[in-house]
Structures are given as C-alpha cells and as structure tokens.
C-alpha cells in the first residue's frame, strides 16, 4: 500500500467516513472493492498473480502482503 492510499484509509477512519456497502454489513467492502478493482492494474497483476498461487491466499491477501 503506498502512502496515498495509507493517508486515505487514516483520514476515513478519524472522520468516521465509511459508508455501507450494498448487500454487505461490513463498511470495509467499499475499501475491498477498491483494492480488488486496483489489483488488476499491471503494476500490481503480476504480484496478485503469484501470491495467489500460495494455498489460503486470496486477491486482497496478495494485495496487502
């Protein structure tokens, strides 16, 4: 995760920003969806495409590890 994406997770957190996601009960989904639609990004396929290749780990394992 770089910086920017760091700063965006700290700022809705202390401003309570996040919102419901439609089918979820989780307010987290709308940051899941985010990060499972930036792996498919070149700069990240090919890190995601691996990490994915270890039994139990999934797209967002990949993208935060």
């Given at each position: ?13 202390a ?31 090919e ?14 394992t990949?993208?935060?590890?």
């Open positions: 995760m770089n910086a920017s994406h760091y700063h965006a997770i700290r700022d809705a957190l401003s309570k920003a996040f919102t419901q996601a439609d089918g979820s009960p989780w307010p987290t989904a709308v940051l899941d969806a985010e990060i499972l639609e930036l792996s498919g990004l070149e700069r990240y396929s890190h995601v495409r691996v990490l994915q290749g270890f039994k139990g780990s999934d797209t967002l990949a993208m935060v590890f």
